[in-house]
């Protein structure tokens, strides 16, 4: 979890890593499309909120690609605006949880399931490209975390699909949401703790 301050402030560039986040860059942006419309089809507020955060993930690959090989503070900085974005996810989806909790209405749990099959494959494969490196910085880490938080909300919403479909309720998928968007602001939080930490290290140095 340190800094590592006794490495150059612009290390050299791992091209495996820039190549894993391009692919975690196209798949996600791909998936977001794919459960955007699907989330209308079938009502779903889980399906919802897995796009937003493909959404959210795309975007958070593409600020990763852009600062890789930049001093650590910029790095440590950018990481700190991740944070900031998986935090206001977490609370937009609490939010549209609670909102579509007062509307009762039910999800198609089929069209749920399918997708959710599919978030969860694209999700696994990301997460296996990203693993070897969950423990570099902060700007490393928040990627690996938002892959992990991914595959575990894509099981969550296939759980949920059949919980929609045994009980004839919405309160399986919502949920799901709600479970995702903790995901999401623990997350965040874990990000930032790190990128901080790493700010401090490099101003004390």
Known sequence: ??????????????????????????????MFLVELGASFGS???????????????????????????????????????????????????LARAAWSASTGAVPEPMLMGAVGVLALIAN????????????????????????RNDAVGNVAVILAALGVFGTGSAWPDLGVAALMAVLAISGAWTVLRQARGELREARAH
């Open 43 to 93: 009502g779903s507020v889980s399906l919802l909120a897995d796009s937003i955060d493909f959404f959210g993930d795309a975007a958070n690959y593409a600020v990763s690609l852009a600062v890789l090989g930049m001093a650590a503070t910029v790095r440590s900085k950018a990481s700190i605006l991740k944070a900031a974005c998986m935090g206001a996810f977490g609370l937009f989806v």
């Open 124 to 147: 696994v494969g990301v997460a296996l490209l990203l693993y070897r490196h969950r423990n570099g910085d902060s700007n490393a880490r928040s990627v690996w975390i938002c892959s």
């Open 1 to 30: 979890m340190s800094a590592h301050c006794c490495a150059p402030a612009n290390p050299a560039v791992d091209p495996r890593f820039r190549k894993a986040l391009w692919i975690a860059l196209i798949v996600n942006a791909a």
